[in-house]
T-cell receptor, first 113, second 113 residues
Framework: GAGVSQTPSNKVTEKGKYVELRCDPI?????LYWYRQSLGQGPEFLIY????????DSGLPNDRFFAVRPEGSVSTLKIQRTERGDSAVYLC???????????FGPGTRLTVT | QQQVKQSPQSLIVQKGGISIINCAYE??????FPWYQQFPGKGPALLIA?????SEKKEGRFTISFNKSAKQFSLHIMDSQPGDSATYFC????????????FGAGTRLAVHP
């Protein structure tokens, strides 16, 4: 079956612009996670959704970052007023239920110029 | 309290040799320790995981050794193959809910033929 998909695969934007990154989890997976991976580093947790609600957003770096999952499936990570320091690979993962194996998507590489 | 420290940063092994990657954690409340494998342009994929009630877990050529008193765990790859060349991440999390993974910085493994 299909895995976690993320679009776009690459996004180049100018400093100050707004971007949206999309995640399509594995069908039937109720838990969804966003991580950010900077070059040469391990992924860092951003936010966790159980169903439609953000159960833990403690990893979001500041209020320029926001994520939604309105129907409990697809999620969108939104970044306002992008900064060069936001450049990274943004990974999405889903799991069948909380605490079970997380399956990662290929990520969206965001470059802020 | 939330850190997971991983070493070495990079590793070169000859085909057929043993690859060993080490991790140490600080938070004694962590009770789930997975290892992920990541190929370039792909998301991390779960390789093997252990909980602290056992000291060792083996799956094929991959073994996790766990030392609870030292707060350390390691991945051993036996009979390393060129196809094992990838970046490996250890991680840790608290169970009892969802798995908010805290990742190490990664080890880039190159297996030479």
């Amino acid at each position: 079956g299909a895995g976690v998909s993320q679009t776009p695969s690459n996004k180049v934007t100018e400093k100050g612009k707004y971007v949206e990154l999309r995640c399509d989890p594995i069908s039937g997976h109720t838990a969804l996670y966003w991580y950010r991976q900077s070059l040469g580093q391990g992924p860092e947790f951003l936010i966790y959704f159980q169903g439609t609600g953000a159960a833990d957003d403690s990893g979001l770096p500041n209020d320029r970052f926001f994520a939604v999952r309105p129907e409990g499936s697809v999620s969108t990570l939104k970044i306002q007023r992008t900064e060069r320091g936001d450049s990274a690979v943004y990974l999405c993962a889903s799991s069948l239920s909380p605490g079970t194996e997380q399956y990662f998507g290929p990520g969206t590489r965001l470059t802020v110029t | 309290q939330q850190q997971v420290k991983q070493s070495p940063q990079s590793l070169i092994v000859q085909k057929g040799g043993i690859s060993i990657i080490n991790c140490a954690y600080e938070n004694t409340a962590f009770d789930y320790f997975p290892w992920y494998q990541q190929f370039p342009g792909k998301g991390p994929a779960l390789l093997i995981a252990i909980r602290p009630d056992v000291s060792e877990k083996k799956e094929g050529r991959f073994t996790i050794s766990f030392n609870k008193s030292a707060k350390q765990f390691s991945l051993h790859i036996m009979d390393s193959q060129p196809g094992d060349s990838a970046t490996y991440f250890c991680a840790a999390s608290l169970s009892g809910g969802y798995n908010k993974l805290i990742f190490g910085a990664g080890t880039r493994l190159a297996v030479h033929p």
